[in-house]
């Protein structure tokens, strides 16, 4: 079954500076992919879903890049401020009807003034 | 999140038995149950589509879902087990797996 490894499963940055977190999938059928958000305590925010290949996505200070080819998908924030200091999960799903989503494991990201 | 809530918000149980709740508001067929421990990711426990249990992973049998209509979903627990401390997280989508899921707020749940 699809196997989603993600990095780094901690990330400190200062404030202003970008943070990049990746995650790399194993099944080349997987179509649908997710960046979630989730602060301490909360539920799973959606940032971004992607789709198409080697896309590049732009959110509000963040961008997201699928590369098909390599099976690899980035969150890049561009100039992370303390209110991005969360957990961020990637998560992976399959075209095929009713498959089920599989997360990676997730980043713990501190953002320091 | 009013858009899809779960209760209890907060459960701290012995060996007892319980359910939790969710409901959607948003016309979903597609329902999930997710289990989340402490410093891990979601897992899928069970999935529903218009009433219809889709996928039943490797889940204790202590568990036990119900959906008693397209907009509810129920997690009957029965003798808890310290290791079932965890985040509880209902969800819904439009149509396939893969749609859009919408994510409530949780049942924080502690086997003491």
């Known amino acids: 079954g699809e196997q989603v490894e993600q990095r780094p499963p901690h990330l400190s940055v200062r404030e202003g500076d970008s943070a990049v977190i990746t995650c790399t999938y194993t099944d080349p059928n997987s179509y649908y992919f997710f960046w979630y958000k989730q602060e301490p305590g909360a539920s799973l925010q959606l940032l971004m879903k992607?789709?198409?290949?080697?896309e590049i996505n732009e959110g509000q200070g963040f961008t997201v890049l699928l590369n098909k080819k390599d099976k690899r998908l980035s969150l890049n924030l561009t100039a992370a401020h303390p209110g991005d200091s969360a957990a961020y999960f990637c998560?992976?799903?399959?075209?095929?009807?009713?498959?089920?989503?599989?997360f990676g494991q997730g980043t713990s990201l501190s953002v320091v003034p | 999140n009013t858009k899809i809530t779960q209760s209890p918000r907060y459960l701290i149980l012995g060996r007892a038995n319980k359910s939790l709740e969710c409901e959607q508001h948003l016309g979903h067929n597609a329902m999930y149950w997710y289990k989340q421990s402490a410093e891990k990711p979601p897992e899928l426990m069970f999935l529903?589509?218009?009433?219809?249990?889709?996928r039943n992973e490797t889940v204790p049998s202590r568990f036990i879902p119900e959906c008693p209509d397209s907009s509810k979903l129920l997690l009957h627990i029965s003798a808890v087990d310290p290791e079932d401390s965890a985040v509880y997280f209902c969800a819904s989508s439009h149509g396939t797996a893969n749609s859009d899921y919408t994510f409530g707020s949780g049942t924080r749940l502690l086997v003491i």
């Open positions: 992607v789709f198409s290949s080697t």
């Open positions: 529903y589509n218009l009433k219809q249990l889709i």
């Open positions: 998560a992976v799903g399959a075209s095929s009807s009713f498959s089920k989503l599989v």
